[in-house]
Structure formats: structure tokens, C-alpha cells
């Protein structure tokens, strides 16, 4: 079984410039989370998908933070403007929900970003 | 609103010892409890997970236990070896649908 895809892995930019983070998830997962890891802490929560619907994006800087799910497979998350202290790990994780499977969550390898 | 702590923040042990790892949450009222390994620049591995009915989880050398009326989780490792090396960190989920709350992990070093 193929695991949570991410890309690209490093990303460096200048503050003010734009990224892009992409995730593919494990298949039959309708659940998609992308998370924020800063140095030394615990990731946090930025949006959760169920299929292409949002289900939780209370902590997702929406002034800067985009994030979609066309057709309910793949997603991607923008930062535009990036600022200094979005340096960090994004972790893309999926999740089986409905029938009788257990919600484990599987995470991607991470994108570190570093804004400079 | 759940909290998460873990402790210690860092543990350094010879190999051979065997270690408990400890996991709080503040909202008892959860439906799972997830470990998770994370190497230094890597994604995160899944360990164990507990569901909120079970008591405690087994996976070779390692075992989680859940109190939930206490808000407490803890992770032991037996035998510990240097490829134990690490990042572990414990996630609670509240609800089938919701997403998962993590502590900031404790950073294990295994000693040769």
C-alpha cells in the first residue's frame, strides 16, 4: 500500500514570496489534514478535509493560508505572503473514515520550508 | 479545550534499559489515543493507537496503556536499542470526525 505523498520536500524562499505544498493521500482516505510543525514543538492543526469538504479550519491563517481539495483526492496548501515565522514542517496526513476501519491517521515525509 | 503535555521533554538512557514515556491530556472524553515515532527531519511513523474502550495496546517491545479517567497515557519501551532514537509524540482524538491534538513530543536518545 502506497503512503501519504508530499512534494516538494525543501522548499526556501524570501519573505513576501509565495509557496505551494502538495499531498496525495493514501487511497480510499476521505480524510486529509495538514498540520504545521515548528522546530521543538508538536504539529498543530492548520485545515482537516473530509472528501473535498472543509471540516475544521479554525487555525488556518486565512489571511495568508489557502488550502483546497479539488475532487477529494489530492490538495494543496499556499502561503502568500510568507512570512518569517511560517518556517516550519508541513505534514500531510489521511485517514479512513466510514465503514468499519479504525481512523488511523498516516502522515506524508513533511515539506520543511524556510523562510529567509 | 484539549491539552496535550508530555514528559520528560528529553530522556537519554543506555541500551538495554527499559523506558516509560508519559502522555496527559486535559478532556477525558476521548476516542482515541494515537503514538507516533518521528525521526529527526522525517514525517511521523504510527506506533500504537488505543481506542478509547481499550486499555492498553502491544507491538513488540512496545506497549501503550490508556487511563482515561485520569487523562494519562504512557508508552514502554523494553530492551531499548539505539535505533529506539527518536521523537515520540502521543495525539488524542476527540470524535470519529475530528482531528488529532498532539503533545510536543519527548526526544528519546539510546546510548550504545
Known amino acids: 500500500e502506497a503512503g501519504v505523498a508530499q512534494s516538494p520536500r525543501y522548499k526556501i524562499i524570501e519573505k513576501r514570496q509565495s509557496v505551494a505544498f502538495w499531498c496525495n493521500p493514501i487511497?480510499?482516505?476521505?480524510?486529509l489534514y495538514w498540520y504545521q510543525q515548528i522546530l521543538g514543538q508538536g504539529p498543530k492543526l492548520l485545515i482537516q478535509?473530509?472528501?473535498?469538504?472543509?471540516?475544521?479550519d479554525s487555525q488556518l491563517p486565512k489571511d495568508r493560508f489557502s488550502a483546497e481539495r479539488l475532487k477529494g483526492v489530492d490538495s494543496t496548501l499556499k502561503i502568500q505572503p510568507a512570512k518569517l515565522e511560517d518556517s516550519a514542517v508541513y505534514l500531510c496526513?489521511?485517514?479512513?473514515?466510514?465503514?468499519?476501519?479504525?481512523?488511523?491517521?498516516?502522515f506524508g515525509q513533511g515539506t520543511r520550508l524556510t523562510v529567509v | 479545550k484539549q491539552e496535550v503535555t508530555q514528559i520528560p521533554a528529553a530522556l537519554s538512557v543506555p541500551e538495554g534499559e527499559n523506558l516509560v514515556l508519559n502522555c496527559s491530556f486535559t478532556d477525558s472524553a476521548i476516542y482515541n489515543l494515537q503514538w507516533f515515532r518521528q525521526d529527526p527531519g522525517k514525517g511521523l511513523t504510527s506506533l500504537l493507537l488505543?481506542?478509547?474502550?481499550?486499555r492498553e495496546q502491544t507491538s513488540g517491545r512496545l506497549n501503550a496503556s490508556l487511563d482515561k479517567s485520569s487523562g494519562r497515557s504512557t508508552l514502554y519501551i523494553a530492551a531499548s536499542q539505539p535505533g529506539d532514537s527518536a521523537t515520540y509524540l502521543c495525539a488524542v482524538k476527540r470524535n470519529y470526525g475530528q482531528n488529532f491534538v498532539f503533545g510536543p513530543g519527548t526526544r528519546l536518545s539510546v546510548l550504545p
Open positions: 487511497s480510499g482516505h476521505a480524510t
Open positions: 478535509f473530509q472528501n473535498n469538504g472543509v471540516v475544521d
Open positions: 488505543i481506542q478509547s474502550s481499550q
Open positions: 496526513a489521511s485517514s479512513l473514515v466510514g465503514g468499519t476501519g479504525i481512523p488511523e491517521a498516516f
